[in-house]
């Protein structure tokens, strides 16, 4: 498994798999990996004849009171959990080499990025749509795995790389969720296990809308009621947001159907847990 630094020494890697037809797949992440990474690695491993996982904490995708200066990290874990799921090349740039001295170039998904995390985040999907559009431009890839966790985040990726003709086909993984159903995300490390146990608020929320909808409930005013009702019975728990949206175009819907997404922000201490189902899907 290589590991590499400059942009210029991966973009050269990248040329000969394409010259000579062998599929780059990509997983982008910011580190501190865990078993929803390794998901998208595995999965990439099979699709495809190399393997590039990058690691970068993308500072422009993180507001001024956020938790850029302590996101979490461990360098030596990732590479070993790299190194277990095939990866072939970790891509690992600094900020000053991604974003040097006069940079000023910006990709902005207009609508899309609006409400849910872009509503509570003002810019955060800016920095993630820049940042992917240069991974991609870097990295070469002819398929892009995402976790599904980020809904939003994977609908700005796919909306970004339709409308600029990117020639990245972009897969969406499902979540992986710990045994008693919290999703795995690496701010989860943030929680002590008082709050640990607070965070299962979301999934329990999630799996009320869930029942009810089985059961043939559509209004999405009962199902909000439910919902919200669910978190907020946890004392630790701040709502950011809890919201029913359209999955395909994340608009404001009145009556639920199956591709109905149901989204949910909520502060537990100091950490913004974010989760979502969408209701007819078969889990
Ligand atoms: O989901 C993430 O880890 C990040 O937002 C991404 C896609 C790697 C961009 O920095």
Known sequence: MKIINSIVHMQALAIAPERDGRKIAFVPTMGFLHEGHASLLREGRKRADVLVLSIFVNPIQFGKN???????????????????????????????????????????????????????????????ATVVAKLFNIVRPDLALFGTKDYQQLAVIRRMTADLNMPVEIVGMPIVREADGVAMSSRNAYLSPHERQSALCLIQALRRARELFAGGERSIAVLMKEARAVVMQEAAAVIDYIEFRDGATLQELDVADDSTLLALAVKIGQTRLIDNTVLGEVL
């Open 66 to 128: 956020e938790d850029l200066d302590r996101y979490p990290k461990d360098m030596e874990r990732d590479c070993q959990i790299a190194e277990a799921c095939g990866v072939d090349i970790v891509f690992i740039p600094t900020a000053a080499e991604m974003y040097p001295s006069g940079f000023q170039t910006g990709v902005t998904v207009r609508e899309i990025s609006l409400p849910l995390c872009g509503a509570s985040r003002p810019g955060h999907f800016d920095g993630v």
